[in-house]
């Protein structure tokens, strides 16, 4: 057995077939498998028909999905619940959202099908439509690898291989490829894809258990093939094992305390200790040698200098530590290693000390920050998404360095727009491609989309056009600002625009929390558009803050949907991250991506309720809150969704923050907000129940969080800035959290050494390194603005709150430490309220009420019980505003009269008033009295200028008080007033004089005129110069007057020049008389130019250019503004002209005779018919008559087609327009066109004129149209072609006939003969129908009816073929799949059932037939049922039957031969055991008796292999065994021949024991035994002398000394069997059969061993006890034995 799927008992195992250094040697006792090139993993991959290497047993294999699951298990998916609302029910969609969730949720999906009358018009213009669109590969929507970053992965193996140290003696050490594998078409071998392939299906142990390696080939190797080779999963395997098993083992081990003691094979430095979090860990490898250090080390160093400082306290230096003899895990961290990284320089220090964290941009809190092993970036651990608690331990690498942008998955936007004819083109592409030209069903489409994103089927890739915002777009629902279809009823578009189902108004219903947002924010307050193709699909998700969604699905084919109950959102995740391990290792948010789907059969099966939904055009579907919900589409359709939330969601709503706020997500909206928003605005008393308790909620949070800030020291608290429009959300925009980037809505904290940084209440400690006492509280409400807030949704929900008890119950009073004594919040207030009262009752000091105020911020966020410290606290601010006020209005005072020459503003009178009459009591200002002296005398001067402004005096008396005013030090507001009295006055006086200069020079203009009498009005001043004014004014008026009624009367032109010539010589400059002037002058100008036109009249034929002319000359007269006399004349003049004209247009082009009638009757009322024009145009008219009346008669009566063409062409020569012209050339293509059309059926057919496009009923159609046509034409040869059409199907309906006829019959009978001559013969008449009805060439139903008749006829004798003969197993096979593609009609027909039910009995009796080269064979009693059921078909099957009784006659026979071999014992034989089994395999089926002949056969087999494996390793030969016993009885006899010493006699050596022969040999002269020369050479101590020969076993014993070493070895080593191995061998082979020639032999060679050893044994025993001093009596046996040893003869295992 190969090592493969038993990790528990590796081998031996040469990694140099993979190219990889090493030998691993992970287990005694297991010999090292074949070496081989990695290559052979590529030919394997590419070739199915190689088998593993070795004579191992290739691993077990299936071909699951990597979804673990297969679509279409036993358990269907169940359907969640359908509701049909009615009327009533359906007009308030929240109300009956509420109604069914009890019910639904449960679910977590379901659909709404609405009333009848609901049909909201199609408001989206889709031909037009042009959307943007994703690419989504459907076949990696799961199978696809983890996004691993190759380099990262091989550093850290890398370091794990340096970290490695096996066991002393098992091989070198491990090592990365020095040349890569390849995959078949040269690609190199993923290493890292290969790792996180096998993590996804439980790491090695699962992979094999699971049997899930050919799922591992296709993760690695995107272009492997569907069936897998079984070597290409065991090579992979092997190789996995092999290198990274224990790579996996410890990557995967759980993190636990150390006692300080490490293994001998883990002394490395934890620098160079992999990770062991399971993420995905990649990157580069790079050797480390000598004392060098690499950057990948340095890069560890970094790390783990920031997360010593972690546990620096707690650990200490690492001197410390060992000077204690620090056992635990402390000193275990502070080992040798740490020495090691305290050589880095103080420039590397410093800048791992600048380091910045990625994701808030603060380099403080060094001791929490994490740098990636491979690029030094640094995070904070609470900055992690999600974050971390402790330090990871090994190597951590970041998500950059992890995630590798290969292998990136997400759905890419294409660059260009998608109109919808091609979306619909490529969606018809797609179901081509998987279901050809037929229609599949929903199930089908179901099944395939599975086996698609389980990588089962093929790579797909569709677009989808998703989440397209409707406001860009269009929705499918009727919207107010949209455009009307021309098609769609006003009324109803108004109907649904107002509708609560229409999706753009869902979300702003009233029972919805969400109508006060104000962002329109997509898919959430607006609407998504979807267009969806075949397979597209939307993977599993919950909705954004956990909302309600609602779809619905304008039309199109229908969306298949998958829901999870939000009750089962954790075991659904559990589930999700146990299938896909690798995936969430490299993604930990990967469910927030939407790119990953997973089969609904393996939820199910990890015991997790999921159920589907059918969605069809027209139908609503709903999603609850938390519940996971995915699903694809079945084809082209459109689709609308947007979010809600009703009040039952508000605590999902907390649980989706809480999600955001652990994944370091950034929220759709503020949660905190809109529960304030809501509970401010109110909600319906349905929904106070749930909203009561989030407010609860949100209090004892804040009052939890705010006074752990105030325990800790943060005293410092500011408002945050008020709404501008606080009752929506969405106006303005909150800070975010720097760490958890939440929005701040309720409080936040800062500090100044972070100016534009805030953090939540709840990552106050990460904010700085600051002091908690510099930190500030930022708040927008106080405890007690939320505690109110609690109690009014109590109260309106009913409950008697006189104050709110349940926001204090339980929660203790904050103390903390403040001058080694701790106190309570509330007696640090009451100290506060002393001190602030004393201070406010003693003489302001500005340093006392600052420091009062700014230690009052600690108290003011607090809840009613600080009330009093905010009113004191209200109290200081004003009293301290009010003393620095009046202080500065004093010294500003002073500095103006201080400085008078200098400019200083003036402190305003309304000011100093405002202070003099609010003044604080508390105490008594000493500058107060001196501003009250200055608002006496500011009210004295400020009613004197009211006085002279309101009595009109003069502009002196003015200046004077302006003067005075002036020096004043307080700015009065009259001030101003008075200023702007003298500049106006003196203004007008100068304007007024010049224009009475004008008066006298004799030109006046009124409109100045005018402006200064209505500025007169205004003076508060007296002046002489008002009354001239008055007078010049009135003078002026009175001619205005008069000229402006001339203007409004159109006067006559002599009237109006005699006007203007009394007026001439006037001084003013009026605007009426000039327009007047004007008038006159263009009237006098017309007059004339009429009168010459006039006069040259009639000298003119140019009759268009005169008609241009005078309507000219008559627009401009009546434009004038005067009454001229020519007017009336030139309008007769252009009615005259204008009759010229159109007489000479309808000569030129053709009139209809309507308006040349027309044109003749004008000229007879202007009396100018006589002129030659209008007589030509009568003459015409009178043609035109007589063609009309003759085209009318033949239209009525009807004629031949040459009268029609005849007539028409009479019409040329007709200059006018002829009304029944059109009809007749219309009934003469509508006859050319019939006559046309009858070519294509009166013509001979051929072949090569295309397809069969002809119809009978066309042809019928045509024969009967000339009866309704005005052409008369002839039918005969038609009707001649249709009676040959109907004759041809009268005898094919007759073929029909005969053959249902036989299709009807129940019994075949005991032959087929008969039947098959009637078949062939009505075969042969239907393809001569067949081919004589194409020669018609019309579509003719019965013909496509024949040829389904001939198919089926065609399949029945081949069925009935395979009674004469026994067919081939593929060839029945086919024929019960042609089967399935024939008319249904003809297949359920009784001999059509006769004959499947004979097919299906053949196959099974094919498949039993016993066949040599079957890996499994039939039983008997299957076969005999088999031959019984033939009895019950009607199908003779005979020699299918006498072939199975044949093959179950010979099977007894050898039954019984084995029962008789078998019950003779004397007469069982090796020989007759193999022919029982060469006899068997080839005729009999299963049975027990051959069960036990292969069952003796292999152990007899084993026993040989047995014997081969002990003996053929230590006599060095490869042959049978029968040749190594032989050679092992051919030695022991040559050892027996030494001691017998018939070597000297016949001259064999004593070494060899082989014949001397003519081979060089020498002849001791002590022993007289030979030596071959080459055998003497390798004793390395045989003497050789001047001419004798003394061997080094007599030498030894004439020198006395010892054997050299060359000889003792020869003597302890060699290729000898142990005789106890073939003592043990022996026995082992009893009761084995007889007639083996190897037991025989082996026998034979045991009883000789065992003479051997006793022949031996007897030398030492008498040696031993020899007691004579004359010792070379014992040595001459001693002397033989030694030589016996070394010879080839099996080891007796004696101590010599």
Known sequence: MCAVGKPGVPNNFSAKYLGWEGNFSVGPGHQTRPKFPIQFLAGTLASPDRRPMGKGRPLPATTASPSGCRFGSDAPIPEAPVFRPTEEEFADPLAYVARIRPVAERYGICRIVPPPSWSPPKALDVAALSFPTKRQPIHRLLARPAPADPDTFLLDYARFLKAYRGPPGRGRKKGLPKSPATLPDGRPLDLCRLFHAVKRFGGYNGACKGRRWDDVVRLVDDRARRHVPECAKHVLAQLYHEHFYAYEKFTNKPVSSQDGKQEESGKVDLDDQPSVSGLKDEGRSQSVSGGEMDAAEVSGIRSQKRRDAINKKAIGMASHSNSNGSTGKNAASAGPWKWKRRKVDDAEANKVDDQVCEQCDSGLHGDAMLLCDRCDKGWHLYCLSPPLEIVPPGNWYCSDCMNSDSDCFGFVERRKTCLLDAFQRFDEKVKRRWFGQR??????????????????????????????????????????GDPVPPSVDLEMWQKYCSSPWNLNNFPNLPSSVLRTVQDKIAGVMVPWLYIGMLFSSFCWHVEDHCFYSINYLHWGEPKCWYGVPGAEANAFELVMRNTLPDLFDAQPDLLFHLVTMLNPSVLQVNGVPVYSVMQEPGNFVITFPRSYHGGFNLGLNCAEAVNFAPADWLPHGGIGAELYRMYRKAPVLSHEELLYVVAKNGVSSESLSYLKGEIERLFLKEKKCREELWTNGTVKSSLMPARSNPNYIGSEEDPMC??????????????????????????????????????????????????????????????????????????????????????????????????????????????????????????????????????????????????????????????????????????????IEKLVAVRCKSFCEPGLPQLQAYVEKGKMMISEINIALSSCSTVEHLETLYSRASEFPIELTETSTLCCEISFAKSWLKKTCDLLEQNRAGTIDIDLLNTLKLEMVQLRVVVPEIELLSNLWKEAESLRRRCQSYLQDSPVLKELGSFLLALDGTKFTIPELNLLKQHYSAACCWASLVNGILRKLFERNDYHNIVEELTGIVRDGKSLRVKVDELPIVEKELRRSLCRKQACEALATQMSMDFIEEILTQASILTIEEELPFVDLSQLLKNATAWEQKARLMLEQSAFLSEFEDHIRCAEDVQAILPSAPNMKAQIVVARSWMDKCQAYLRPRRDELGPVVLKVDDLKDLICRPASMKVILDTSALNSVLSKVEKWEHNSLSLLIN??????????????????????????????????????????????????????????????????????????????????????????????????????????????????????????????????????????????????????????????????????????????????????????????????????????????????????????????????????????????????EDCKKKEFCVICSCDVGDVVASRCVICLDWYHSSCVESLLASKQMISEYICPFCFSLESGNPLEKGIQERISKGNRPALSALTELFSSAKGFYKGIEELDLLEEITKKGCGLKSYLMQILHDADSYDGEDLSVMCKPLVVALKKKSTSVPSLFLRL
């Open 738 to 911: 720097v760490i958890c980037r939440q929005y701040l809505y309720l409080s936040a904290v800062s500090c100044n050494c972070r100016p534009s940084s805030y953090v939540c209440l709840e990552h106050w400690k990460h904010l700085c390194e600051c002091s908690p006492e510099k930190h500030r509280l930022l708040y927008r409400h106080t405890l007690a603005e939320l505690g109110d807030l609690g109690c009014e949704v109590k109260a309106l929900s009913g409950e008697n709150v006189k104050q709110y008890p349940f926001l204090l119950n339980d929660i203790p009073a904050p103390f903390k430490k403040v001058k080694d004594r701790y106190i309570s919040y509330a007696q640090l207030a009451e100290d506060w309220l002393s001190e602030s009262d004393r201070i406010l009752h003693m003489p302001f000091l500005d340093t006392a009420y600052s420091t009062a105020l700014e230690a009052s911020g600690q108290f003011l966020w607090g809840d009613h019980d600080m009330d009093s410290v905010r009113n004191m606290a209200l109290k200081l601010t004003e009293a301290k505003k009010w003393v620095l006020s009046v202080r500065n209005c004093i010294s500003r005072i002073d500095e103006l009269l201080l400085c008078k020459h200098k400019f200083s503003e003036k402190v305003k009178y309304v000011e």
């Open 1299 to 1540: 053959l249902r006829t036989l299709l009807n019959l129940n019994v075949v009978g005991s032959t087929v003969d008969p039947l098959e001559r009637n078949l062939e013969e009505l075969q042969n008449k239907i393809s001569g129908a067949i081919e004589s009805g194409l020669s018609l060439g019309f579509e003719l139903k019965v013909l496509n009816e024949l040829k389904d008749c001939l198919l089926t006829v065609g399949w029945m004798l081949r069925a009935l073929s395979f009674c004469s003969r026994i067919p081939l197993l593929e060839h029945v096979d086919r024929a019960i799949e042609e089967a399935v593609n024939l008319p249904a009609f003809l297949l359920n027909c009784p001999l059509a059932t006769l004959l499947m039910i004979g097919l299906s009995w053949l196959r099974k009796a094919l498949v039993l037939l016993p066949e040599s080269e079957k890996s499994v064979k039939p039983k008997l009693e299957n076969a005999e049922n088999i031959l019984a059921e033939h009895q019950k078909i009607a199908i003779p099957y005979s020699i299918m039957t006498a072939e199975l009784e044949d093959a179950i006659s010979k099977h007894k026979s050898w039954t019984e031969q084995c029962h008789a071999f078998f019950m003779l014992p004397d007469y069982q034989s090796w020989a007759g055991l193999l022919r029982l089994r060469d006899r068997g395999q080839s005729v009999a089926l299963d049975c027990c008796e051959m069960d036990r002949v292969v069952l003796d056969i292999k152990k007899i087999d084993g026993w040989f292999n047995q014997c081969r494996c002990t003996l053929s390793a230590d006599v060095n030969d490869n042959g049978s065994l029968l040749s190594i016993l032989q050679k092992i009885s051919g030695s022991l006899d040559n050892a027996s021949m030494l001691y017998a």
């Open 439 to 480: 229609r599949p069903s929903r199930v089908q489409v179901e099944k395939q989309f599975w086996e698609i994103v389980e990588g089962r089927a093929g790579e797909l890739e569709v677009m989808y056009g998703s989440d397209m915002d409707t406001s860009v777009y269009g929705s499918g629902f009727p919207r107010l």
